[in-house]
């Protein structure tokens, strides 16, 4: 599965996996403001841009063609919107939709297959983002692939139950929305047997780490250096 | 409907980002004040469920099928400002770890689908949730998805993105199938929610913040309406201006005037910053109004 995948690519140990996910979060919002505001037509920026992404993608140690065959799930709504675009005669939009919004997707990609998830959103809670949605967004990662099996042991089993019977579409999508309460139902069970078991286990609201983040000088240095990169490139 | 980077033009993603980190913070701050320690965990895991509830397909017809989209669903179970962080976290979670969406477009896909979907979609429970309780669900379903969808077609159409007018308007439809859908869908898992655990939905108070209610509502509907005549029909507004006895032009024109980027022409810039003018007026509205409320109501 997709998500699997990337969660492998994230426990890598390259130069570009162990800098801090700070460091890293802000060299991609420079990254893609400097993409987004650049001309579709400024074919020097973007082949800089490109160029630092596979660099990326390289010293990380990551399947160069794994990535870039992975971001072009973002290919068919671009290119749907870049084909009008092209018919209504903006060629420059076009293209630009199509190779900057791959670009950023890349990026994106890169950021993630380098961060494993927990350490990025603590790096996000201390840049700023409320400790609630963080929390949130932990717990949801977390219990996404429980849930999401256990929707599929539910369909599986309205399966089963149903054979061959041609059953008409109102009863059909009654059993649906009843699955779909089962569900929400077996959920919030679910949390609240989770919750009881973390207080049991000492949770005091925030999940704790064996190695918490050090923005070292390294970081730091990795920071400026690919802003100034990223700002030289955008300016001609 | 998840919008990625480098589709929204630059004032149009910016503004929205600000907007929403701004709703997303008021909400936190709500949903803190209200909610139990025990319930954070709770919120996580049900927005695992809505990402699994992708996976049950409905029946619609013609070979066809559907699935939950979620957001009024649960602001009718979860209550609003929980609905807004879980929607908001879900968003995110697929603009990060699934690349659907993009990091820059967050704020506008947040803005459509978490802010104006849940507090919509709770609108109508609100306002007749009490007397005309199945109406109102329904309602609640349909109006959240068709909110998104059509904040989604303004803020491209704002952005500049070419769309033949024949395209807008098949759009619009498809959002209202895939909006009645998600009504039927609403409607009928509630009902089944409430034969496994009656308590699972919120209770409907008679004229608890109404006025907040259908201020917000007013004022969303009001954007979406306003957007998609201002861009469908470039000149819309100027129109509708000239018709009241108001020449607008120097009002769009002077803020922005001298305000070039990149290789955009001006009238578009000129409909950005009307749109974008417009939006964070609604905003100011709502949270204005809402503060008033407040104040009265603890007074």
């Known amino acids: 599965m997709h998500h699997v995948l990337v969660d492998q690519w994230s426990q890598g140990a390259s130069p570009l996996h162990a800098r801090d996910p700070r460091a890293k979060v802000m060299v991609l919002l420079i990254f893609l403001v400097a993409l987004a505001t650049t001309a579709p037509d400024a074919a020097v920026t973007l082949t800089i841009d490109a160029a630092l992404l596979v660099a990326g993608i390289l010293i ?7 990535l870039l065959l992975r971001a072009m799930a973002i290919l068919p709504f671009s290119l749907t919107f870049g084909l009008i675009s092209w018919l209504a005669g903006d060629r420059l939009r076009a293209i630009g939709l199509a190779e900057k919004s791959y670009l950023s997707t890349a990026a994106v990609l890169l950021l993630v297959g380098t961060t494993p998830l927990p350490r990025l959103l603590s790096g996000l809670e201390s840049m700023g983002c409320p400790r609630l949605l963080v929390l949130l967004a932990q717990f949801l990662y977390r219990y996404l692939f429980v849930i999401s099996e ?44 989770i919750h009881q078991a973390m207080l049991a286990r000492a949770f005091a609201g925030r999940f704790a780490t064996l190695n918490p983040l050090r923005f070292r000088a390294t970081d730091g240095l990795f920071t400026a250096a690919l802003a100034v990169l990223l700002i030289l490139a955008r300016l001609p | 409907m998840h919008i990625p980077d480098n589709f929204l033009s630059t004032p149009v993603w910016a503004a929205l980002d600000a907007v929403s980190i701004s709703a997303v913070g008021l909400m936190v701050k709500r949903a803190s004040r209200e909610l139990e320690e025990t319930r954070v965990p709770l919120l996580g895991v049900m927005g695992a469920f809505v990402f699994a509830a992708q996976m049950i397909n409905f029946p619609v017809g013609a070979g066809t099928s559907g699935h939950l989209v979620g ?3 649960l602001a009718c179970t979860l209550g609003p400002a929980p609905a807004v962080l879980v929607m908001t976290t879900i968003i995110a979670i697929q603009a990060i770890v699934f690349q659907d969406g993009g990091v820059l477009a967050l704020g506008a896909n947040v803005f459509n689908m978490a802010v104006a979907g849940v ?38 159409l704002i952005s500049g993105v070419a769309m033949p007018q024949a395209w807008v308007f098949t759009s619009l439809g498809l959002f209202a199938v895939n909006a009645i859908i998600e009504g039927a869908i609403t409607i009928s898992v509630i009902q089944a929610l409430e034969k496994v655990n009656p308590g699972f939905v919120q209770q409907a108070k008679r004229s608890s913040g109404r006025a907040l209610a ?8 009001l954007g979406i309406t306003g957007f998609l005549l201002a861009s469908s029909a470039p000149d ?64």
């Open chain 2, 214 to 221: 259908a201020l917000s509502g007013a004022g969303v509907l």
């Open chain 1, 60 to 66: 990380a140690g990551l399947p160069p063609g794994g």
């Open chain 2, 236 to 299: 819309g507004i100027q129109r509708l201006g000239q018709r009241l006895g108001i020449s607008t032009k120097p009002g769009f024109d002077t803020p922005l005037a001298n305000y070039t980027l990149g290789h955009f022409e001006s009238a578009w810039l000129r409909r950005a910053a009307a749109g974008l003018a417009g939006l964070l007026l609604i905003y100011a509205i709502c949270t204005a109004g809402a503060r008033m409320i407040g104040r009265r109501r603890s007074a």
């Open chain 1, 150 to 193: 256990q929707a599929q042991h539910l369909r599986l089993a309205a399966a089963c139950r149903e054979g061959r019977a041609r059953k008409n579409r109102r009863s059909k999508f009654r059993a649906a929305a009843g699955a779909l309460a089962v569900l929400f139902a077996r959920s919030y069970y679910r949390a609240e047997g």
């Open chain 2, 119 to 156: 507090l919509v979609g709770y609108w109508p429970f609100q306002l007749w949730g009490a007397s005309r309780r199945r109406t109102a669900i329904f309602m609640g379903g349909f109006l959240s998805v068709m909110a998104s969808g059509s904040l989604a077609l303004a803020e491209l």
């Open chain 2, 71 to 73: 957001g009024a669903l």
